[in-house]
């Protein structure tokens, strides 16, 4: 049985009604939500479906949740025996689940009459049509990596890229050398059931009404415009928080979604005590684990470069910390956090530098908040993500990796060293606020973004009355 929960203050009439319905982690919750209270902005009656082990993250106002199941109601994918095993229960309840809850609306007053789901979850387009509903795809990469994963679906880019076909030139992709290429690309045995994912969600693309991307027209207009004919999107993006771009929707300051809890207070009191651009902020994501090595060569690096830093280590990963590091550090000059706010500590006028695994999210706060970065890429979209951020974008330096596949201290201090007060030091924090200038614009009314999601919303209305 799908159970509804509702935000007292979420809309309770209206003829258009849009279910959002993200794939369960943090990276993918965040932007689908965004989006959710976007459309809400805008006169839409926005209800987002998850998880029952999602679901007690979510707090945001003007938008309803509703549960889906992904059949391991309790844990999540924690409970599940793979990633493959994850996905296709996902598929089989989940699909029997948002059948459930779109006929759950028909005879009311707000019946759904769109399904926006992560493009990850191919399978609600087919629900959504069997039930008669207009459906979006949501893509929450890049653009630059929608197209590579577009091409390889479409028979234009074989996988694994061999070393004659390097360096890799697609449409309007820079080219990418091999260090530069999604993990999956390489070694694609390694993640079968993620590179089978990735590629599938162009598999019924065609039979979707629209494709939205997390991203703007100002940052990858060219990528975007070469994969038109086969991936038609709108870049919508960046989905953060509206009191960080254009402040349109009124105390719009937070996701509305942590799956932990955030040490706002003692992060914040502490941001407040340094000068200005002279903290180091460092975060990982949500999912990257660091060897014990590299958490330790990442533990003395940032000791050694001689600025403040303030280091988020979830709990699961602080048994990876030299003994001796915490007790080797003053108090006022490294701050070791289990979680925080990451867009109040990078909005805060103290942050010179932010050191990450560059996943698209961070990635785009980063260039949203104009905060020069060092990216230490993991895993995933990260490398490209990084290609573009120093190559490209200009706004950050990407950290090397040595033979054994480890940024050593002296290459973490070397490259904090570059962007705080290197030769490019005033080149990168120039591109940095040039491309903060270019995000606000986009979701400033007016704005290639907020003309694309007002598209949407009039074709939309169209649709419905039509019928």
């Known amino acids: 049985m799908v159970v509804m929960r509702r935000e007292s203050s979420v809309q309770e009439e209206g003829e258009d009604h849009v279910v959002v319905i993200p794939y369960p982690g943090q990276g993918h919750i965040n932007p689908l939500l965004q989006f959710a209270k976007r459309l809400a902005s805008k006169g839409l009656k926005a209800t987002m479906a998850t998880t029952p082990y999602a679901i007690k993250a979510i707090t945001a106002h003007n938008v309803a949740v509703e549960l889906i199941s992904d059949g391991f109601d309790e844990g999540g994918f924690a409970e599940a025996s793979s990633v493959k095993a994850y996905l296709d229960s996902f598929e089989s309840a989940g699909s029997r689940t948002l059948t459930e809850l779109i006929k759950k609306y ?91 994912m990735k590629v599938n969600q162009y598999n019924n693309l065609s039979k979707t009404d629209w494709v939205l991307c997390n991203s703007f027209q100002a940052l990858e207009d060219e990528e975007v415009k070469a994969a038109s004919e086969l991936w038609p999107a709108k870049l919508i993006g960046p989905m953060i928080p509206s009191s960080y771009l254009d402040g349109r929707i009124k105390g719009d300051k937070g996701y509305g979604a942590s799956l932990w809890k955030p040490l706002c207070e ?98 785009t706060e980063g260039l949203a908040l104009g905060v020069p970065m060092v990216g230490m890429p993991m895993w995933a979209d990260q490398s490209t993500n990084a290609k ?65 999601i007002d598209e949407f919303v009039g074709q939309l209305m169209s649709a419905r009355n039509k019928k």
Request: proline share 3%.
């Open 266 to 363: 003692p992060c914040m009191n502490w941001l407040e005590s340094k000068v200005s651009e002279s903290v180091i902020y460092v975060s990982f994501g949500s999912m990257v684990s660091l060897s014990i090595k590299q958490m330790e060569e990442v533990a003395w690096g940032l000791k050694n470069c001689g600025w403040s830093f303030m280091w988020v280590v979830r709990e699961s990963e602080q048994s990876k910390l030299p003994n001796e590091f915490l007790d080797s550090i003053q108090e006022d000059k490294g701050l070791v956090v289990s979680w925080c706010n990451q867009l109040e500590v990078l909005a805060h006028e103290s942050i010179g530098c932010f050191v990450t695994h560059c996943g698209w999210n961070s990635t």
């Open 106 to 196: 028909e005879n009311t007053e707000c019946p759904i009459t769109c399904v926006v789901y992560d493009s990850f979850l191919v399978w609600a387009l087919d629900v959504a049509k069997q039930n008669g509903v207009c459906a979006a795809a949501f893509f929450t990469n890049s653009a630059a990596i929608c197209s590579i994963f577009c091409y390889i679906h479409h028979g234009m880019l074989k996988v694994p890229i061999e070393t004659e076909d390097l360096p890799v030139k697609i449409g309007g992709v820079a080219e990418l050398g091999r260090d530069d290429l999604p993990t999956f690309l390489g070694t694609p045995g390694a993640y079968p059931a993620y590179l089978s």
């Open 388 to 452: 573009y951020i120093e190559d490209v974008w200009r706004v950050g330096i990407r950290a090397k990796e040595d033979e054994s596949g480890v940024v050593g201290r002296e290459e973490i201090e070397r490259c904090v060293g570059e962007v705080m007060e290197g030769e490019r030091s005033e080149e990168i924090r120039r591109n940095a606020r040039k491309v903060r200038k270019l995000s606000r614009e986009a979701m400033s009314e007016g704005g290639s973004s907020d003309k694309n």
